[in-house]
């Protein structure tokens, strides 16, 4: 159930289109027992499950949002291929400092020059300077 439907508003409505429509529908999330959704505990224990499902989307988000920013506010890594950036033995960012001469460049070339970023990432893949991941083509996603 909470796999289908992570919004308890969007599962009643879901719900509710389907039965105008004609479609019944059955789970079997109640210890094995069928729970019929046509009758008034059926719909009552949708919306109890449909809620607790929300909840425990909400929660992970939470957690999540938390952990990343724990890690920001620490400097460790939270991403990966963060150009300007390497991860040390612990997660810790360090500055790589030929990427971050790019970034520089990058910010130089496009807010003081006003060269389109389009036009510096073809002048530096011209000039053969790597992505991250040893690629051509850095963009926009860099400019700070």
């Known amino acids: ?5 992570r ?3 969007d599962c009643l409505a879901t ?8 479609v019944g529908i059955q789970l079997c999330e109640s210890g094995g027992m069928p729970l019929d959704l ?19 989307r ?3 988000s939470e957690r999540t949002t938390m952990a990343l920013q724990h890690l920001k506010d620490t400097g460790r890594r939270f991403t990966y291929d963060k150009y300007g950036w390497d991860a040390d033995k612990d997660n810790n960012f360090i500055e790589n400092e030929d990427e971050q001469y790019w ?3 990058i910010n130089v070339r496009h807010h003081e020059d006003g060269i389109k970023v389009s ?3 073809r002048e530096l893949n011209i000039c053969g300077v790597p992505t991250k991941r040893g690629g051509n ?3 926009n996603k860099y400019l700070g």
Do not use: H, P
């Open 1 to 5: 159930m909470d796999r289908l439907f």
């Open 7 to 9: 919004n308890t508003l």
């Open 15 to 22: 719900v509710e289109e389907l039965e105008k429509q004609g």
């Open 38 to 56: 046509s009758t008034a505990m059926g719909k009552m224990m949708l919306t109890m499950l449909a809620g607790f499902g929300e909840m425990e």
């Open 58 to 60: 909400n929660i992970i």
């Open 103 to 105: 970034i520089e460049y």
């Open 119 to 121: 036009e510096i990432a």
């Open 137 to 139: 083509g850095l963009t």
